[in-house]
């Protein structure tokens, strides 16, 4: 398999084609997800929650993400490593520049920052620096106490107001945009709007890529699993297996089905 860079990407999404992308960890499960083809594996601060069982995203640290990058970056061969800006990382925009330097040289290939519109700023100067930025809108888990719990974002004129954040950020020089939690026809409106791809996780069937958190695709996470949530262990008979009937539902279209979305 090629390696994967941000302009496979935008290749696909021109061809009118999916990818995958899943959480990664560690190194064992970085190799396995490469072997089931997955083109882009996260370095998610879900490691909070599903490594070191804190009630939210928002204890983890640079450090940790950076730990967790390197591991993932033994194990990796070629596909796309994103990892995460955690909870105030980008308190300054020195210190968003000196975070997203520490994990680029941990061995991420490129940053995901949570926000709004008001990211462009911190986008363009990290692009501009040769870091390229995916922004996370719609549910972002880090703001979890401004937003009074986990639910679902851009219904009404929030729809709205998240095409228009996600046209500014594009223009700002973001490359790719994740959009969390949103009812399917936003999804769909983003991914229209922007040449940039779009990847989503409860954002309906639409969008670009899909990515899915690995221990809730396999259905091991503690406690309750969100709607969009599909565990691909039910009808698999190993892990690598599973990690390969995920890649080929998203390529295909098959995942995320009806039951994954809002409306
Ligand atoms: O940290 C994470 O796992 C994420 C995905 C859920 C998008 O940000
Ligand atoms: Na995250």
New binding site residues.
Partial sequence: MKTVTINTLRELKEAGEKFSVL?CYDSTFSTRINEAGVEVM?V????GMVLQGHDS?LPVTVEDIAYHTQAVKRGNQHALIMA?LPFMSDSSLATLLENSASLMRAGAHLV?IEGDAWLAEGITQLSQRGIPVCA?LGLT?QTVNQLGGYKVQGRGDAGQALIDAAIKLEAAGASLL?L?CVPTHIGEAVTRAVKCPVIG?GAGPKTDGQ?L?LHDMLGITVGKTAKFVKNFMLEASSIPEALAAYHKEVKSGEFPAEEHCFK
Avoid: A, N
């Avoid at 998610?44 to 490691?47: I, K, M, P, V």
């Fill in positions: 959480t996260l998610g601060d879900s490691l995203t995460d995901k996370h888990p994740l969390e996780i990515v958190v």
